[in-house]
């Protein structure tokens, strides 16, 4: 199942600045999905990070993953109109920068869900490969 930015703002609140995920798709329902964000120049975090070496932050990097994240939880009867909130960020490594231009892939798996608690490994890359990692703890309200 892919998702466009309609049915992702039918999903989660995010709005523009803040979402950061263009098409989401679920590849195993409650499990695992590939999220995609096409970062351009006209990202307003450009403007400041870095003006003359535009890099877009690692925590919004991890955003984006969570983003993916909340849309693979939030996907089902029952849970439109919630939230899920960042419960953690644990191990998070950036390895390579993300700069205007290029397609970041996100591939997200949940390993553990207990009622409203989730925790999902999040892997974020370009094609110059694995740009960032991380777990994420979730608090679905």
Do not use: C, S, W
């Amino acid at each position: 199942m892919v998702l466009g930015i309609k049915e992702i703002m039918e999903i989660i609140p995010h709005r523009q600045p803040m979402l950061l995920v263009d098409r989401v798709e679920i590849i195993e329902e409650d499990k695992k999905a590939v999220g995609y964000k096409g970062v351009t120049y006209n990202e307003p975090f450009f403007a400041g990070h870095f003006p003359t070496e535009p890099v877009m932050p690692g925590v919004l990097i991890m955003e984006a993953m969570a983003q993916v994240t909340a849309v693979l939880l939030l996907n089902k009867e029952g849970m439109r109109g919630k939230v899920g909130y960042f419960g953690g960020i644990n191990k998070a490594k950036f390895r390579k920068k993300v700069t205007p231009g290029v397609v970041l892939r996100m591939e997200i798996e949940v390993i553990k869900q207990k009622g409203p608690v989730a925790v999902a490994v999040g892997k974020a890359y370009t094609d110059e490969g694995l740009a960032a990692q991380g777990e994420m703890t979730f608090m679905i309200g």
